[in-house]
């Protein structure tokens, strides 16, 4: 039951005061057609919309089944406008984007009726105002008599208690009246129908209660009621809601339906897109090129860690002090800078195996310099004569350069290579070089010869192979290709003279026959496209065989005699203790580096090779800490930042018409809130909450923010084919412009950002239109 209670409201417009309720009060049964007439600007509008909730009283009360609406909250209104209550307008009120059935089903979706139950309950409706046929139609495809229909259905799809129709029949034919009439006659069987209209035949045919209204008082009631009890408070409120999906579906159809104005929209806005993208694709591009170049430039400029190092955070920079002193006539006596700085790095094994572990993302070669030589003898000409694996005439004390997990290069040193059979690690040869002849080395005894670019060998790397060989002469694979040569154990190669002194002895067959065979089964080069091409030309062989040597020699007799002894064993000459130390290495006595080069895979990696370093240098004293020399430092303080620097430079740029597509969306969606006002007056008329307004209108921005994000990606990408074109012309550099997917997502979840930062104020206002002035709005 629906009682109102001494009901005023009172509008100001200047000086003027308009009673439009004035002490308002009335009981209407649960089941009755009421017809409320009067004259224009009698009040009987407003009190059609106070009885609604779509506008709020002064004072006094309205009691919904027992229930006062005084403490009535703004959402419990929404609540009351969806479930108690239907609006049958005059003017039909339907959103014109929407299908019929979409328009019914409306104040379904804010109660949280299923899909397929609101789909079902909106079909039952339609066909009891007789259009079930035309579900699927839109309204501008109906008859004026078939879109109040529709209304009716709308208003009784939810099943409400009150069906309020402000002139009902107003718009409509008289043939056309008359039938509305009925539908609603029927309706008011099981609900309660208030009635406003100025036509009192009909309401006289049709009401089963007329109420004369005037001044914003009831003149008349021709069958008032009085409850013979006041009804207890039986009134339950259900919350509404509108979903996400359901806000982003509203949006998406009415988009649709304005194609053209959605796409230059999202063309416009997706220009600061278009700007940024572009940039970060030619930047990712040239990043690219840059880390390449880097890579290389890193494979000539490695980490560096020897057994004597200068520590450059102690070595002294250029600063004010250290401008020329005045001439005072004395000098100062001082120890040398790089005396100061210089610090011995005490290389272990542990430090070793803790140098292998750094993570292969950021390094995956790393150099170990040992001075071990190998005693190397082969056949050539029915003669037994010395080799040995250097480009110089002399090797004296040369110093093998492990590369990569256990590889090292030639020059004037040993040309090691990592374990091609290691499958945890990979085939860094095959991975950086390319076959000439013969077969990938199989085991640690084959060994490889290098060459350059150019398929030249070195001179005298050739020469120490024994082979008799002129500047620029020509050499067929075939006389290289499984060339043997035996490595002689240091108690099979030395003798030892009565002096204690030890010399190599005269090759013979008996030292032949106590080596072990290796063979020269490939010769290679570097690929075009490698950054690794680490081995210099010359002879390479696997680091496994260097350490097998070391373990065959470390006990041998030789060593143990220079162990023990202060002068070299060869000369008779004295040495200090770091030169013995180097020399009981080239004999294969110590199995520890004395130094180690680390190939970091590119700058930014080189940094986390750096922090890795020094996390070993934590907690320990300065004596006892591993010194390393960043030999790409230099290269690294010109480059490192630059090319961002500019990318942030141009993308702030670009990022200004971001700014302004924002500002531009605020002004469309502030357009689209004017155009839509009426539909606004619906769905609060619905129970629409103001937080539902703002999602269906930021759903609209977040569509066109996908949109527009997506279309300038696109847009962009293609840019991509014809900058490429032009920078390929102009520098020889190819797919150069290339754009990141992971930039392109963030940069489509920025462009939907700020589109609905642009569009949520426009919302905000829609959200906060009064429900029956929007109604009112064309």
Known sequence: MLQLQHLMKTYHVGDTVTHALDDVSINFRNHEFVAILGPSGSGKTTLLNVIGGLDHYDSGDIIINGKSTKNFTQTDWDAYRNNTVGFIFQSYNLISHLSIIENVELGMTLSGVSSKERHQKAINALKKVGL??????????????????VAIARAIANDPDILLCDEPTGALDTKTSEDIMKLIQELSKDKLVIMVTHNPELAAEYATRIVHFQDGKILSDSDPYKPEKE??????LKKTKMSYWNALKLSFTNIMTKKGRTFLTAFASSIGIIGIAIVLALSHGFQKQINQTQSKTLSKFPISISQTATDINTASSRKESDKNVKNRGYLTAAIPETEKNTHQNKISQKYVDYVKKINPKYANNISFIRGTQLNLLAFNQGKITRVQFSNTATNTNSMAQAQAQGMASVGINTNTFPNSLDKKQGSFLKDNYQLLA??????KNDVVLVLNNKNEANLNALKNLGMSVKDGEKINFKKLINKSFRIIPNNSYYQKLPTGNFVPKKPDQAMYNSGKDINLVAVIRAKNNTQMALLDNGIAYSDQLSKEVINQNKNSEIVQAQKNSSTNVLTNQEMTTEQKEQFIASIGGSSIPSGILIYPNSFNSKDKV?????????????????IYTDMSG??????????NGITYVLVAFAGISLVTSM????????????ERTKEIGVLKALGARKRDITRVFDAETFILGIFSGILGIFIAYLCTFPINAILYRITDMTNISQLDPVQAIILVIISTILTMLGGHLPAKMAAKKDAAIALRSE
């Open 438 to 443: 013969g077969t990938w080395p199989s085991n």
């Open 231 to 236: 009804p207890e408070d039986s009134f339950q």
């Open 610 to 626: 750096l922090d890795y370093l020094d996390k070993w240098n934590k907690g320990k004293t300065k004596k006892n800490q591993i």
């Open 132 to 149: 079930g046929d035309h579900i699927n139609k839109k309204p501008n495809q109906l008859s004026g008599g078939q879109m109040q229909r």
């Open 634 to 643: 230099t290269v690294t303080k010109l480059t490192g930042g630059l090319l």
């Open 663 to 674: 500002i531009m969306i605020g002004i469309l969606t502030y357009t689209s809130v004017l």
